[in-house]
């Protein structure tokens, strides 16, 4: 058991006794009157401060209240009632009715067995006061009551917790490293770290008592922490970190006034070291980023785990990682551990992504031995045989990452065609996502898209997310709908029917729609999402929003969950909750766009391709057939700007400026969404630009083929642009600023004579 489950443990589980006690709700043989209870087989009460993977969480457990759940399992239905009494000793406080519920079978639709893994149980969960000193469960059936259970509840005679975090909170990745246990303390050596602390006695006075805390080898910090019985205390320590090591513990102890330990823990800690050249602020950058944890490993066939295998050695030792660094803090990562697929690394600890190509076509479907089934997808390529990903360019003015990927199974089968993916970024933070896929022209749409947020180990997903995940907003009204997790829609949740009901909502599915995605409850940025539509007569579709996944009746993830990946190999897409979140990182699906057309209900794309071709090829198929290539394009970015500069820059990329060229010509075609840039070819070392619409012009970015490779300067409608408000590297001019008449003529001044492509070198 991991630091946690144990420390857990021993604070909460004293709250009660750990035997279940069955109890047949009916004799065999019963009277005719109660007929319709022979049904119903046993009951399980227990007590305890919640579940676990359910709020409260960390120092807010600390003298919560107390939870009761009931199970009760019937193979058939029965018309028994229940009933809950709660007592302080024998003085009944509140009697009520119980309302069972089932858990939900939301994910049916694409696992028939979990209808079967909850069939015949039913469950109800209710909130204890103080004073409870007990509690009975009864059932009434045909004019018959009885006491199922009796429960005693005992609390502890102390209650107490601590958390720690870095005084100064830094991005992981700055730090070289990638999602390290939620849980665990990320520092550099030679800074402190701040405990906080909290504890509750249950049994007496405790005026001796002291909170100590300390860095293994290195010095005590302490001080008074004075407790009287009933009374909740929290207290703050902040202690330095001084070692060479890589990994070391802190230590935290609540002694008495005879220095005996009344409460212990222990807390790892991952001691960063940073690189010896300082990460660019605008750039990509190769390197391999730290995770310390082994890798989960199971066995395909049967999934049944394995050994785990090292981090270290997982890969080709050729296999390196790559980070793009943006000037607003954002880092985007392709990580060996998520199959290169790239996310957005926030300060807090979580990783937000726009999904990949994914096939599902029926005939290319996997199944396992448990009845589900799994599509053709990069991420089931977890030792990397096919993805790659490599640096195009990373100059001064942009960056290019291209990832190239196959789709295949968990037995690495190649089967469903094969895409390429190219990011390109800019100093201001936004960039493009173009997506390039090949497949045979009788292959059903593929899913492109899907928002998805990784979570690192021990993480719950209702202790990080916050409460509005995702924000549609309309870019010609401004209109804004704020989608709360879990989804609190009531329709049918089986995928056939589930796949336009987002559409219903008023701002969502009809024009052009901007996304915002939060990943954290204390992060303000959010990853940005827009797509160039380039066939503006196809509709704009909305997405599916994933439901809640339960567990004993309870909701436990307010959307998707599972942690087959990212690193996990081995093991096939779960859709259940299960005891691994401390193992490894996990990842929650919070809303999908399936390829359906709202209007006819047939399959096509998503959304419109900017590009569509076909022709007979030798590598998407064997032997060599028609095939499609399609290409999409989307306007991406993480930032914490407000909503009205977002939509700004949203509707620049999407509604570019036409352009008149001086002393050169436009480029065919003069605009390119894939780069977001304008395209020019210079004849000259003197050009103008004179750009025109009817929108701000945020942040141009001009492609100038021929020109000279040093620039002298530039002008903005006469005034002079200062050397920190563009970037230019010999080919790439991009210009920090906003434009809000939507009208300016630049000059551009060169060095030297424009170039020939024709001429020998």
């Not at 076509?361 to 993805?387: A, Q, W």
């Not at 640096?391 to 390429?420: F, K, M």
């Not at 960039?431 to 896929?437: A, L, S």
């Not at 480029?667 to 701000?696: C, G, K, M, Q």
Request: charged share 20%.
């Amino acid at each position: 058991m991991s630091v946690e489950g144990k420390v857990r443990q021993q604070r909460l589980a004293v709250l009660v006794a750990t035997s279940l006690i069955i109890i047949p709700l009916a004799p065999k043989n019963a009277p005719a009157g109660v007929k319709g209870c022979e049904s119903v087989t046993s009951s399980n009460l227990t007590v305890d401060h919640g579940h676990r993977w359910r709020p409260p969480f960390g120092l807010d457990l600390v003298g919560s209240p107390l939870v009761a759940h009931v199970e009760i399992s019937s193979e058939q239905p029965t018309s028994a009632k229940y009933y809950f009494t709660i007592f302080h000793d024998d003085r009944p406080l509140k009697r009520q009715a119980l309302e069972l519920s089932v858990n939900p079978s939301d994910y049916a639709g694409f696992s028939s067995f979990l209808a079967e893994a909850s069939r015949g149980k039913r469950f109800a969960h209710v909130s204890l006061p103080p004073a409870a000193t007990s509690v009975v469960l009864e059932s009434h059936c045909n004019e018959r009551t009885e006491i199922l259970q009796r429960r005693e509840i005992t609390r502890p005679e102390l209650e107490a917790d601590a958390v720690a975090h870095p005084l100064h909170l830094a991005n992981p990745v700055d730090l070289g490293t990638i999602l390290p246990p939620y849980k665990e303390l990320l520092m550099r050596n030679g800074e402190s770290a701040t405990v906080d602390f909290a504890a509750l006695s249950n049994s007496t006075h405790l005026p001796a008592a002291r909170l100590v805390a300390w860095f293994q080898g290195d010095g005590k910090v302490e001080k008074p922490l004075p407790l009287r019985k009933g009374k909740r205390v929290t207290a703050s320590l902040t202690l330095p970190l001084s070692s060479e090591a890589t990994q070391t513990t802190l230590h935290i102890r609540l002694l008495d006034g005879k220095h005996q330990p009344l409460f212990s823990k222990e807390i790892g800690v991952m001691i960063a070291h940073l690189p010896r050249q300082p990460w660019p602020s605008f750039g990509a950058v190769e390197t391999k980023l730290r995770y310390d944890a082994p890798i989960p490993s199971f066995d395909p066939q049967n999934g049944l785990p394995r050994r785990s295998i090292s981090y270290q050695s997982a890969w080709d030792e050729r296999l390196k990682d790559i980070v793009v660094f943006l000037p607003n803090g954002s880092r985007f990562v392709f990580w060996r551990g998520a199959s290169y697929v790239p996310f957005w690394a926030g300060q807090h600890n979580t990783g937000t992504l726009y999904q990949w190509v994914e096939n599902c076509n029926k005939e290319l479907m996997v199944p396992h031995p448990d009845g589900s089934t799994d599509c053709p997808e990069p991420i089931f390529d977890s030792e990397l045989r096919y993805g790659r990903v490599h640096i195009v360019e990373s100059s001064a003015s942009r960056v290019h990452v291209r990832w190239d990927y196959q789709l295949t199974d968990i037995h690495y089968e190649i089967n469903g065609g094969s895409a390429v993916e190219d990011f390109y970024f800019y100093p201001d933070g936004f960039g493009t996502r173009v997506v390039t896929f090949v497949a045979p022209t009788d292959a059903d749409p593929p899913q492109l898209s899907e928002f998805i947020v990784i979570t690192p180990p021990s993480a719950y997903p209702l202790e990080v997310f916050p409460k509005y995940s995702i924000e549609a907003i309309e870019l010609d009204s401004g209109q804004k709908e704020r989608v709360s997790l879990p989804y609190s829609k009531t329709e049918p949740r089986d995928l056939e029917s589930s796949r336009t009901q987002f559409s219903q909502l008023p701002l969502l599915g009809t024009t052009p729609t901007l996304y915002r995605v939060f990943s954290h409850k204390d992060d303000r940025s959010s990853a940005i999402y827009v797509h160039f539509n380039g066939r503006s007569e196809l509709r704009v579709l909305a997405p599916y929003i994933f439901p809640p996944i339960y567990d004993r009746g309870e909701i436990v993830s307010p959307a998707y969950w599972g942690n087959h990946w990212p690193v996990t190999r081995g093991k096939w897409t779960g859709w259940t909750i299960n005891d691994q979140i401390s193992a490894g990182p996990a990842h929650s699906s919070l809303a999908v766009w399936i390829p359906i057309d709202p209007d006819s209900n047939k399959l096509r794309f998503e959304m419109a391709p900017l590009q569509q071709s076909q022709w007979e090829m030798p590598d998407c198929a064997a032997p060599p057939r028609l095939c499609n290539l399609n290409r999409f394009v989307w306007m991406i970015g993480n930032t914490d700007l407000s909503d009205a500069d977002v939509i700004e820059m949203a509707k620049s990329y999407l509604h570019p400026p036409s352009i008149t060229v001086t002393g050169g010509r436009p480029a065919v075609p003069a605009y390119t969404p894939e780069r977001r840039a304008l395209r020019v070819v210079a004849e000259s070392s003197s050009i103008t630009l004179d750009l025109n619409s009817p929108r701000a012009i945020i942040n141009p970015t001009f492609e100038i083929d021929d020109a000279p490779s040093k620039l002298a300067l530039i002008t903005l409608d006469g005034t002079p642009l200062p050397a920190n408000a563009y970037q230019w590297d010999g080919s790439i001019l991009w210009i920090r600023t906003r434009i809000q008449t939507g009208k300016g003529k630049f000059d551009i001044q060169f060095i030297g004579d424009v170039r020939d492509h024709f001429q020998s070198p």
